[in-house]
């Protein structure tokens, strides 16, 4: 089994930072994509950031200037760091990641059980 762990939520003052991870374990031969994706309450779930596996990263218009995403390989680990936080960030953030089991496996997405990020104004 693969799972993804989130950590890094919580309730922070606008203008405050927050930094999220997500681990993956389990049987892994290889991770393709990682991302970030949110969920606000009565929206649908929309892509934050992303980053391949050569590290060429993507951002939602609303993200950029104010995230970064990062992966560190060697833990199985993607980041996002969020600053200068708005109200409107305020969701549920959930960790995606492409991962193959093995070398004969097809390439399958995992989700993370999801962070609860609020920002108060």
């Known amino acids: 089994q693969v799972q993804l762990v989130e950590s890094g939520g919580g309730l922070v003052q606008a203008g405050g930072s927050l930094r999220l991870s997500c681990a993956a374990s389990g049987i892994i031969f290889s991770i393709n994509g990682m991302g970030w994706y949110r969920q606000a309450p009565g929206k649908q779930r929309e892509l934050v950031a992303a980053?391949?596996?050569?590290?060429?990263?993507n951002y939602a218009d609303a993200a950029k200037g104010r995230f970064i995403i990062s992966r560190d390989y060697a833990k199985n680990t993607v980041y996002l760091q969020m600053n200068s936080l708005k109200p409107e960030d305020t969701a549920v953030y959930y960790c995606?990641?492409?991962?193959?089991?093995?070398?004969?496996?097809?390439?399958?997405?995992?989700w993370g059980q999801g962070t609860q990020v609020t920002v108060s104004s």
């Open positions: 995606n990641a492409r991962i193959r089991r093995s070398l004969a496996d097809n390439e399958y997405s995992y």
């Open positions: 980053i391949t596996s050569g590290g060429s990263t």
